[in-house]
């Protein structure tokens, strides 16, 4: 009886340790994410497109690369995904003014926050959480190529669909590290978070310039 407050004392330092390097590496994403917005060229969108789906598959296929190649493989990504995102933040910027960027990006930090205190307070199964999510992340996919011939939703609802997807996932997401990562290592944890991240954003970037607009 008396090991096993021990053990899960210990499960919570490694599960503590883990979120730590989860947070750290995606913060550093982030921070090449917006040097990569301020240095992107007008024609950079596709190569950053494609460089990012590139890493992605790449930094997940490399279980067994170093942990500093991967880290290496992720601030590249993170760099070029400012090349992809950068002239639509730009428009932004240009059409509306800095301050709706700020506060989408603020917005984001503070709902992500929000949604990994929630997977750290209560137990929550990721697995189901996740499958959910995915699902939904295909529906959604599959709803905007088709309203990019039929025009079946607005851009706001399509924002909102995608705000509900990616916090089932963002949900599921620290949850797996909260149950100690499923096996996967800290970079690969932090390319999930970090793709939650950007895609709420984007979303939130969307709904709030739409307001703003109007």
């Known amino acids: 009886m008396n090991g096993y407050p021990m053990v ?29 917005v301020a240095t992107a060229p007008p024609w950079g969108m596709f190569i950053g497109f494609i460089t990012v789906l590139a890493l992605v598959f790449a930094i997940q296929l490399a279980k067994k690369a170093s942990p500093v190649a991967a880290l290496g493989m992720f601030l590249l990504l993170g760099y070029f995904m400012g090349w992809e995102i950068g002239p639509l933040i730009h428009r932004y910027v240009a059409t509306i003014g800095p301050a709706v960027v700020f ?18 307070l209560f137990t929550i199964d990721y697995r189901r959480i996740a499958g959910v999510g995915m699902a939904g992340l295909l529906v959604l996919i599959l709803a905007g190529i088709a309203s990019m011939f039929f025009h079946l939703m607005s851009p706001d609802t399509y924002s909102w ?14 949850a797996r590290i909260r149950a100690g990562g499923n096996g996967q290592r800290a970079t690969v944890l932090a390319l999930t978070i970090y793709l939650d991240g950007i895609n709420i954003f984007l979303a939130v970037l969307q709904l709030m310039g739409g307001r703003r607009r109007d």
Do not use: P
Not at 107 to 113: D, H, I, R, S, V
């Open 8 to 36: 899960l004392e210990g499960a919570t330092e490694r599960t503590s340790s883990l979120l730590g390097k989860v947070l750290g590496i995606t913060s550093l994403g982030f921070l090449a994410t917006a040097v990569g």
């Open 103 to 120: 506060q989408a990006a603020a917005t984001t930090a503070l709902g992500m926050a929000a949604m990994g205190c929630i997977a750290y």
């Open 161 to 174: 669909l995608t705000l509900v997807v990616f916090t089932l996932l963002t949900v599921a997401d620290f």
